[in-house]
C-alpha cells in the first residue's frame, strides 16, 4: 500500500462512519436532533468528531470538539470558532459553506490542505458537516468530522480550503392540520307520554331553549 493509499484510509474511514451514523439515526427526509447524537455510536471517529453551532451569519462555534482539533491548534478547542483552525484567506469561502450546510441545509464535504513552514510539513485532510434539527431553543447545529493525515508538526497549523462540494436535503413535508369538522346537531330530547291505553310510549317533544 502507498503511502497516498494509508493517508487516505486515514481521512476517509472516520468520516464515513459519522455519515453512516448519521443517516441511520434518519427517519425518511427528517434531520437526527442534537439529543439523538450519543459517541457510542462513533466510537471509532470521536477523535475527528465535532458538534457546531451557527451563532450568526457566517460564524460557527464548536461546541465539542475532538484531539485532531487539539493537535492542530496546540489547545483546547471547544467554545472556539471553526474559523480558527484556518487560514484567513480561507475564512470568507468556510462562512459561506457553512452557512449554506445549516440553511439549506445541506451536507458540506471539503478537501483540506495546510500552510507550510519551518517545523510545519504537508498535511492533507477532510471536513465533513451533517447538518441537525433544531429544537427551537438554540441556533442551527451540525454533526461535522475533521481527519488530517500526515505529520503534524509545530502547532498551530492553519488549514487551506481545497475542493467543496454541497448536496442540499429534501426536507419533511409538513402538511398543514386539517380543518375540524363541524359539531353534530345536538339530539332532540326525548320525553315519556302516557297513552289513553295506560301504556306509556316515547314521543319527540320540544322543549324549548
Request: aromatic share 4%; charged share 20%.
Amino acid at each position: 500500500m502507498t503511502v497516498d493509499q494509508i493517508n487516505e484510509t486515514e481521512i476517509r474511514a472516520p468520516l464515513a462512519q459519522l455519515r453512516a451514523y448519521w443517516e441511520g439515526l434518519r427517519r425518511g427526509d427528517a434531520l437526527p436532533a442534537r439529543a439523538d447524537i450519543h459517541p457510542a455510536g462513533i466510537s471509532g471517529a470521536l477523535a475527528a468528531a465535532f458538534l457546531v453551532e451557527r451563532i450568526g451569519p457566517g460564524v460557527a462555534r464548536l461546541r465539542i470538539a475532538g484531539m485532531t482539533f487539539t493537535h492542530l491548534l496546540g489547545m483546547e478547542a471547544r467554545g472556539m470558532p471553526l474559523s480558527a483552525l484556518f487560514d484567513p484567506m480561507a475564512r470568507a469561502r468556510l462562512a459561506r459553506l457553512t452557512d449554506q450546510c445549516f440553511l439549506r441545509p445541506a451536507v458540506l464535504e471539503a478537501d483540506l490542505g495546510c500552510e507550510t513552514g519551518l517545523g510545519r510539513p504537508p498535511l492533507r485532510g477532510r471536513l465533513l458537516m451533517l447538518p441537525l434539527a433544531g429544537d427551537g431553543g438554540r441556533g442551527e447545529m451540525a454533526l461535522g468530522g475533521l481527519t488530517v493525515a500526515g505529520e503534524l508538526g509545530r502547532a498551530p497549523r492553519r488549514l487551506t480550503l481545497g475542493q467543496s462540494e454541497l448536496r442540499a436535503l429534501k426536507q419533511p413535508v409538513i402538511l398543514p392540520p386539517s380543518p375540524a369538522a363541524p359539531p353534530l346537531p345536538a339530539a332532540a330530547p326525548y320525553a315519556v307520554k302516557p297513552s289513553a291505553h295506560g301504556r306509556s310510549y316515547l314521543q319527540l317533544v320540544d322543549l324549548g331553549p
